[in-house]
């Protein structure tokens, strides 16, 4: 096998050349500004560029690398949440004066092209080195707490050692497909003559497990809430939205929207049942913020595979709106945290901190309650109209008790959003002293952009529906147009 | 001539794998913990040498090298943070007493 | 014209009702007093301007006016209409007259109360129900009136509800009434079933004479109806709320628990006597319970020492005599009854009211007596009252009415399903034991309060405001009854000819001996009376059944003792027996009941469903606590799960 | 200019400006926010009027139809339609809004602006329900009003108001995601049976469906509507809800929201599973009679007014849900009457009881004793308002009432005998409250009370006025109320003017 079609998707090439520009520039003079600066202008670049190959390439089954809509797609979201993410982090770094912290933007931007690697490989090569390129960025983003460092090295140390584990098992897996197809190509493997049957299926399982690791589904999930606690607030939701977002995304293109084995319907149906379950229970009884939207993105993640789980005529319009609400109510959830966390001292991840929020900052507290009400799947949110076409893919291709154990998960999940709600209704006890408020006007910005994707999603969802999804493994399907 | 066939390597690695598991399973020790690591990376490694030998192709020994510098950068990656454990006074090495974070 | 004036006649003191209603702390107590007289007494006036067209002229048969449809649809149709025949004719003359007497006298009796506009808005607005109720000719209409004057009753029941009491009579008044409106209202759900859409009175009397209704239909909707009737007219089982009721203001209860509210179960089993006609054992039901309940009313009057709950069980005992007339049939005798009934009831009552007033608000007729000497001319009235209720012979309105019921009841006879049967005889005879018994009860309090020594003194003197009612009163109870006699006496018959030309009672062939009964019964008790309580030192003074059940026997007295062995230790065991009213203690004991549960499950955390809901949450919160065990936050325990999960999953592929 | 969605985003728009109107600062009234409310009402007012009165002409069911597409991929449009039925609801909710604006809002001091948006977003909500006839825009506005009413119960209600606001929230939303499933299970096999997908309930009301599928998809549907009504064993989240809600948000709760659980019976489970429905009538019907006689009983041994009225009105939602389900014209439109009179009498009493805790900061009934005394025009309009509530002939809950158990005695005397035997205690209730706050000895060191103004009292006595005439005359409304049937679309008749 050799001469793989040289082949490199343009936002990819920028991001890494603006990574190698900028850790050039690191041996010129270090500043924080500047790296921020330089990591959101590849980012905006890379943006820029993505419309250069979409749809263009087609997947002649043999390159490194595939840019079709669906990776167009992803690779937005995640550039597009990386910025955001950078914009919560600006301050919060900048807010740490103690040491130089020019290589947190970086980390970032090694994690984004890690991102950026796995949702658009067609090999497993270049999955493989996204995924740990993003893995290994994160650890380092992971301990990058200065506040409290005993848990920030904890969480790192756990995410590292866990990682590893799950890392080794989706590389057999990946090892048992190569030597069974002799290939690197990125579908499951089939059985083929002289082998054993189970090896296939041993390796399809072994390659799902590695996944579910990333994606945190239960039981597979123990390592999320501990490492996002653990980490700061921006690198939770970089852990919460970007490497999801990617992984998910590979997941879609490896096994693809037809041809799945036939155990893994079971297999599926039963994780998904604990995700949400596991998720949303775990969820009810968190007084750390952080954990609790941890757990929650746990239990989405599980509302996703139901729509990944039922192929059909929705099954594309579902992913995709699912994946964008899911992005922006959590994005503003955690730009509502940032911005709260520099005003009140603490970094606010105790939700008895919210209490009475909506009487000393009404704005954030709408924002905050827009976010968690999409979240749960309330109008006027985006997280309506999604968990709405979720449901309706399940209805679709029938899945009664996957409906039923949605249905249950939702009405949990709708207790605990409802309860930070609550709590930032109730009246403080005490007249919350005027803390020194730094004006941020990035992060308010973000929150209303956010807010605004949010609504407007929510509103008039009808244009972010399209069939993206990537054709199952054959000749490419004729695709609709997607609207930048 | 293969010396060994590939469902023999296959054996042999999922017997490292094993040994790797039960090693993190077991031990208590971060250190150890790490070696373990490498050794179930190699385990994954061994296949596919294994695979590239079965179908005379060099995808298999890049992944091999890959897979290498990946245990590489974990372990450096490790033991960088157990050291700055240690810089910031929490001396053990036991993987149990670092539960802060948990519920 | 005519069709003009019968809205006019409501609207009268429904237009009273509202301006004093409204006018509350505007208008003083004699302008109150005059609206609402001035409304009465315009439909009065009008009711007689009517009766005197339906019976000479303009209007012959039955007058009907639709003033617009109510509810129309498929399948159902109702309307506000109303109808005057001579029924009803009958009822608002008794309505408007006796409510325009009684209001005169209020206007004198209430005078100084605060409360005086909401009394009178009240009475004046159960003028205006009680004049749609006997009005009305759609029976849904007519469930308007009822319940409307039920309400007016309950908010004068409870008028002075700074007192629980009375709040919880009049509660109590509406309970006991609202379950026989349930039971009408089920009956009118099942006639309007039957015939198919319409409450029309006529309409229904004429699907019950086609036969549209199955037989058991018709038996069902008569004993829903006579359910409704026994509640309203406080029949066994229900007599527990009238006495009651005597909490509110005296005009009240001479007005409603005595002349027309309580008479409005008596006015709706005659306006449908057709259809109780085709309904034997419900027509045999209501006789007995009303002859049983005569008696009890009677005995019950006996042992009182309340004067007005002496009048209030009276009127239980009268309104006894009403239903068995019924019973057997002769409704005109019932409604010439419920008429004389009215008349000399609201002049006692009038009269109690003011000896009442003027003896400090006294009740009780052992603290008082002697009054012959201060208040002359209200025991004038008084007496009158009472021995026209005692149906003292041929001077006494009460008589006729009560010998023309004796007479029916003489010969009516009950087949029976299965060949049992009922006759007249029996059923006469408890009546007649009951006439002896009201004598006896009315003349017992007679002698009490206004003979003897002097009780608890008078002050003041009737207003002439007030004495004017007394006297028209007094001349309609006494003469009032002469326009229908037996036949034994005068084959004069105008008051059933006024009601039904076609159907003339006549009791031609009965022996003389039953009048010359029916007026030696009440003469008896008289006498008997007089023998116990009235002469100068009776033989009684104590109320049996108060004292020891045992009343002191005062040896050497032979006769005495005799009557005292021969009524009074029947009465006093009869007292007892009533005292207990064991339906009484059974409603109240139901209501305790129902209240003691209710507080059960209250206390038990608001009902045991919202129990549930929070066990659930419950539930769901220790899963989440365990699951949050599992979280402990040891890595090696995190990675034991990925190799569980692992393992399973391989299983799962493997072995499926 | 079609009316329908300036009928729904009116109240949006008015409540924005009120907001703002509300965060002003020194230069502006204080009450601004309140005259803007009161103009959004009138102009809403008089575009309803507009329709009520401009289209008698026009003789089809429908009165008015707007469509517009939203999500076409899955056959989602804005369509509104309004028939009798919604237009006689509208109706309601705006005079209950006047009422409310009148009597009850103006009391709100604490972020008034913010109070007032969510007002009018509720009523919005409310007002999108009563005319959506695209299943997605109708769940979407039934989960939509919600929101605002969750926020008023949890900020500005009374002593245990979030734990009510968020039981409110939690059931009616958890049967919501069952009428959800339900949805998407119409839409699903009218999408399997001729390849169509939409939610337009006129077409989806032709969708020939299974005996045991419809049934499924009715109970889905019934759910979420029954924990609106509320049907007696999913009303836990009533009694509190309206006891720890503000008046105004009581009022809206208790006149308009149940409202769209009947509504939606109506519209969503008797017309579009016809057959459906009368299989399961028998149940609902014996659900009915439990709620009547459930409430009713409860009621009677409540010591907090507010949840006296509360419990009243799980016992007349009862007759709702007897005569919907009663099958039969008649049924149906004692349900309707019904539902107006309990909105109006039920609304009165909620504002009275507001009035009281206002006065005197409780809802004890043991501790405000008797108040004719001192504020006899407050105490005579309870009075008139409790006696409504227990079926008083010739107001209008007794039209409602009669009819219902008329349709039921046809269908089971048994069954409306028992529902007539929960009149009685109907009775207890209404009076033990009039006796014990209204016509009773008042209690000793009561301040001295400010009565209702006469301004007040002639809002009370329009509200009045509409009971009786309900009462005595409703043939015109009973002919108005009436619901289209689906086999006539409102678009079919757009085309032949």
Same mark, same amino acid.
């Given at each position: 096998m050799t001469g793989h079609d040289v082949f490199l998707p343009m936002p990819l090439m920028v991001v890494s050349s603006g990574i190698m520009v900028m850790l050039a520039a690191t041996t010129w003079r270090r500043s924080v500004e500047r790296s921020f600066v330089g990591s959101m202008v590849t980012l905006v670049l890379a943006l820029a560029v993505m419309g250069y190959h979409t749809g263009r390439m087609p997947d002649t089954g043999s390159s490194l690398f595939i840019q079709d809509w669906w990776a167009g797609y992803t690779a937005i979201l995640t550039i597009f949440s990386s910025l955001c993410i950078l914009l919560m982090a600006w301050r919060d770094a900048g807010h740490d004066r103690t040491t130089l912290v020019d290589e947190y933007p970086l980390l970032f931007m090694l994690g984004t092209l890690g991102a950026l690697a796995m949702v658009f490989s067609a090999n497993y090569m270049s999955f493989f080195l996204g995924l740990e390129i993003l893995g290994i960025s994160l650890m380092g983003l992971a301990a990058f707490r200065h506040r409290s460092f005993m848990q920030g090295c904890e969480a790192a140390m756990k995410y590292l050692i866990l990682s590893g584990v799950s890392s080794a098992i989706l590389l057999f897996g990946i090892g048992l497909a190569y030597g069974i197809t002799g290939s690197l190509r990125f579908i499951p493997p089939i059985a083929a003559?002289?082998?054993?049957?189970a090896l296939p299926v041993a390796a399809t399982v072994m390659i799902l497990v590695g996944m579910f690791f990333k994606l945190s589904a239960v039981p597979f999930h123990m390592w999320l809430p501990d490492v996002m606690e653990g980490a700061p607030v921006p690198v939770a939701a970089f852990l919460a939205v970007v490497s999801k977002i990617a992984i998910f995304a590979s997941l879609v293109r490896y096994f693809g929207t037809g041809n799945q084995p036939p155990f893994f319907d079971d297999i599926l149906s039963v994780v998904i049942t604990l995700t949400i379950l596991g998720g949303n229970l775990l969820a009810l009884r968190q007084t750390s913020l952080i954990r609790l939207l941890a757990c929650s993105s746990i239990a989405h993640v599980g509302y996703l595979l139901i729509a990944f789980l039922c192929p059909g005529r929705l099954q594309s319009g579902a992913i995709t709106i699912y994946l964008l609400a899911y992005t922006a109510s959590t994005l503003g959830v955690f730009a509502t945290i940032t911005a709260f966390a520099i005003h009140e001292g603490p970094d606010g991840t105790a939700i008895m901190q919210w209490k009475g929020l909506f009487f000393s900052r009404p704005f954030l507290a709408s924002a905050m309650s827009l976010m968690l009400l999409s979240l749960a799947g309330i109008p006027p949110g985006i997280g309506f109209f999604a968990k709405f076409e979720i449901v309706a893919t399940g209805v679709e291709y029938p899945r009664g008790l996957l409906l039923c154990v949605l249905m249950i998960g939702s009405i949990i999940g709708l207790y605990y959003y409802l309860n930070i709600i609550r709590m930032m209704m109730t009246a403080p006890s005490l007249p919350s002293p005027r803390q020194n408020r730094h004006a941020r006007p990035e992060l308010t910005v973000l929150v209303i952009v956010l807010s605004m994707i949010v609504v407007i999603g929510g509103l008039l969802p009808a244009r972010a529906i399209h069939s993206l999804l990537p054709a199952p493994a054959g000749p490419p399907a004729v695709q609709d147009r997607m609207v930048p | 001539m293969p010396a060994f066939s590939f469902n023999d390597t296959l054996l042999l690695a999922t017997a490292l794998f094993s040994v790797g598991l039960a090693g993190i399973l077991v031990r208590r020790n971060m250190v150890f913990m790490l070696m373990s690591l490498d050794i179930m990376l190699n385990a994954a490694a061994l296949v596919f040498v294994g695979a590239g030998a079965r179908w005379h192709d060099a995808t298999g020994q890049v992944m091999f090298l890959l897979i290498l510098a990946l245990a590489a950068v974990e372990t450096a990656v490790g033991l960088a943070l157990i050291v700055c454990l240690h810089a910031h006074g929490r001396p053990t090495l036991d993987a149990d007493t670092g539960n802060l974070l948990k519920g | 014209m005519a069709t003009f004036l019968i809205p006019i006649l409501i609207l009268c003191p429904l237009a009273a009702s509202l301006i004093t209603f409204v006018s509350a702390g505007r208008m003083d107590a004699r302008g109150i007093g005059m609206v609402a007289c001035a409304g009465v007494g315009i439909s009065a006036v009008i009711s007689i301007i009517l009766s005197v067209m339906l019976l000479s002229g303009p209007v012959t048969g039955v007058l009907q006016v639709t003033l617009w449809p109510w509810m129309h649809m498929p399948g159902f149709s109702a309307d506000i209409a109303f109808m005057l025949d001579r029924v009803s004719m009958l009822m608002i003359l008794v309505v408007t007259v006796v409510g325009l007497l009684i209001h005169i006298y209020a206007a004198s009796y209430m005078y100084h109360d605060p409360g005086i506009a909401r009394f009178f808005a009240c009475m004046t607005l159960f003028v205006a129900a009680m004049l749609v109720l006997v009005l009305a000719s759609d029976l849904l209409c007519l469930f308007i009136g009822w319940e409307g004057v039920g309400l007016c009753s309950y908010l004068l029941i409870g008028f002075w509800y700074d007192d629980p009491a009375n709040t919880v009579a009049a509660r109590k008044a509406f309970y006991m009434t609202r379950m026989g409106d349930v039971a009408l209202l089920c009956g009118l759900l099942l006639l309007v079933t039957a015939t198919g859409g319409s409450l029309r009175i006529g309409t229904v009397l004429a699907a019950v004479a086609n036969g549209q209704l199955a037989p058991s239909g018709i038996n069902m909707a008569a004993l829903f109806i006579l359910v409704a009737a026994l509640a309203k007219s406080a029949q066994i089982p229900f007599q527990t709320w009238l006495p009651d009721a005597m909490a509110g203001p005296t005009p009240t209860s001479a007005l409603i628990?005595?002349?027309t509210m309580v008479t409005a179960g008596v006015y709706l089993i005659a306006r449908l006597h057709d259809l109780f006609a085709m309904a034997v054992p419900v027509m045999a039901l209501t006789a007995v319970l009303g002859a049983l309940t005569l008696l009890m009313g009677a005995c019950t009057a006996l042992v009182q020492s309340d004067l007005k709950r002496i009048l209030a069980w009276s009127t239980i005992s009268q309104l006894g005599y009403m239903f068995l007339a019924l019973g057997c049939g002769v409704w005109q005798a019932a409604l010439f009854h419920l008429m004389t009934h009215a008349f000399f009831k609201a002049l006692l009552f009038l009269t109690a009211g003011a000896i009442i007033m003027r003896a400090h608000h006294e009740q009780d007729i052992f603290r008082l007596g002697g009054l012959r000497h201060t208040m002359p001319g209200l025991t004038a009235a008084f007496v009158a009252g009472a021995s026209s209720l005692a149906g003292l012979p041929l001077v006494t309105a009460g008589f006729y009415s009560k010998e023309m019921i004796l007479s029916g009841v003489w010969s009516a006879h009950f087949n029976l399903t299965h060949g049992w049967t009922l006759s007249g005889p029996p059923l006469w005879g408890m009546a007649l034991l009951g006439a002896f018994l009201t004598a006896l009860y009315i003349f017992r309090c007679v002698f009490i309060v206004f003979c003897g020594k002097a009780g608890t003194g008078a002050a003041g003197r009737t207003s002439r405001l007030m004495s004017i009612p007394l006297g028209c009163l007094c001349i309609l109870s006494l003469c009032g009854g002469v326009i229908e006699m037996p036949d034994t006496l005068l084959p004069l018959h105008l008051f059933s000819g006024l009601l039904d030309p076609t159907a003339v009672l006549s009791h031609t062939h009965q022996p003389a001996w039953l009048v010359m009964a029916g007026a030696g019964a009440p003469l008896a008790g008289l006498g008997v009376a007089w023998v116990l309580?009235?002469?100068?030192?009776?033989?009684?003074r104590e109320i049996p059944g108060q004292a020891p059940v045992i009343c002191p026997v005062r040896t050497g007295r032979g006769m005495d003792a005799l009557y005292h062995y021969a009524f009074v230790q029947p009465f006093c065991l009869l007292a007892w027996l009533t005292r207990l009213d064991i339906l009484n203690h059974a409603v109240t004991g139901t209501g305790l009941l129902i209240q003691t549960a209710s507080a059960r499950i209250f206390r038990a955390r608001a009902d045991f469903l919202g129990r549930l809901a929070i066990q659930a949450t419950r539930m769901i919160r220790w899963a989440g606590h365990l699951l949050g065990l599992l979280h402990n936050g040891r890595v090696r325990w995190y990675a034991a799960w990925i190799a569980g999960g692992l393992c399973a999953g391989l299983a799962m592929a493997v072995l499926s | 200019m079609n009316p329908l969605p300036a009928l729904v985003l009116l109240p949006l728009m008015g409540g924005v400006l009120a907001w703002v109107a509300g965060r002003?600062?020194? *230069?502006?009234? *204080?009450?601004t926010s309140w005259w803007v409310v009161l103009a959004t009402l009138s102009v809403e007012t008089l575009i309803l009027g507009m329709v009520t009165f401009a289209h008698r002409a026009h003789a089809g069911p429908w009165l008015e139809h707007f469509s517009m597409p939203w999500i076409p991929a899955m056959g989602i449009a804005v369509r509104l339609d309004m028939d009798g039925l919604s237009l006689s609801l509208i109706w309601l909710s705006l005079i209950l809004c006047f009422l409310c604006v009148f009597?009850? !809002?103006?009391?709100? !001091?604490?972020h008034a602006g913010a109070f007032h948006f969510l007002f009018l977003a509720t009523l919005a909500g409310i007002i999108g329900t009563f005319l959506a006839t695209d299943l997605f825009v109708f769940f979407f506005f039934w989960e939509l009003m919600l929101v605002p009413m969750f926020v008023l119960i949890a900020a500005w209600g009374h002593e245990d108001r979030q734990r009510a606001a968020m039981k409110f929230f939690m059931f009616t939303q958890g049967s919501g995601l069952l009428m959800l499933l339900s949805i998407l299970g119409l839409v699903m096999a009218h999408d399997r049976l001729t390849g169509v997908l939409t939610f337009d309930i006129f077409t989806l009301a032709q969708t020939p469906l299974s005996p045991a599928l419809s049934m499924l998809l009715m109970l889905g549907f019934f759910t979420a509507f029954a924990v609106k009504l509320p049907v007696v064993p999913v009303h836990v989240w009533l009694p509190d809800a309206h006891t720890q809600a503000p008046t105004a948000a009581s009022v809206l709760l208790a006149g308009i929201l149940l409202k769209t659980g009947g509504y939606g019976m109506i519209r969503f489970n008797v017309m579009l599973f016809p057959d459906a429905a009368s299989r399961f009538a028998p149940i609902a019907m014996g659900l009915g009679v439990a709620g009547i006689l459930y409430g009713a009983w409860l009621s009677c041994a409540q010591d907090d007014v507010k949840r006296l009225i509360a419990y009243s009105s799980i016992s007349h939602m009862g007759f709702v849900l007897l005569g919907i389900f009663s099958g039969s014209a008649m049924g149906m439109q004692g349900a309707i009457m019904q539902m107006l009179a309990h909105g109006l009498g039920t609304a009165a009493l909620f504002v009275i009881a507001g009035a009281i805790q206002d006065r005197?900061? !409780?809802?004890?009934m043991n501790r405000i004793g008797g108040l004719w005394a001192a504020m006899p025009r407050l105490s005579g309009m309870g009075l008139f308002f409790a006696v409504a509530s227990l079926g008083m002939p010739g107001l209008g809950n007794f039209t409602g009432e009669f009819l219902v158990l008329l349709a039921t005695w046809h269908v089971s005397p048994a069954t409306a005998t028992l529902a007539a035997i929960g009149l009685v205690p109907a009775a207890i209730y209404a009076l033990r409250m009039v006796n014990r706050i209204f016509l009773a000895a008042p209690r000793a060191g009561l301040p001295s009370l400010e009565d209702f103004p006469v301004r007040h009292m002639a809002v009370l006595g329009c509200i009045m006025t509409f009971l009786i005439v309900l009462g005595l005359y409703p043939q015109p409304f009973r002919t108005f109320s009436v619901p289209s049937p689906l086999s006539v679309t409102a678009s079919q008749e757009d085309h032949t003017p």
């Open positions: 003559g002289d082998m054993p049957a | - | 628990h005595a002349a309580w009235g002469r100068s030192s009776p033989v009684m | 002003m600062r020194a *230069p502006i009234n *204080p009450s009597l009850a !809002t103006r009391q709100v !001091t604490a005197l900061h !409780t809802r004890d």
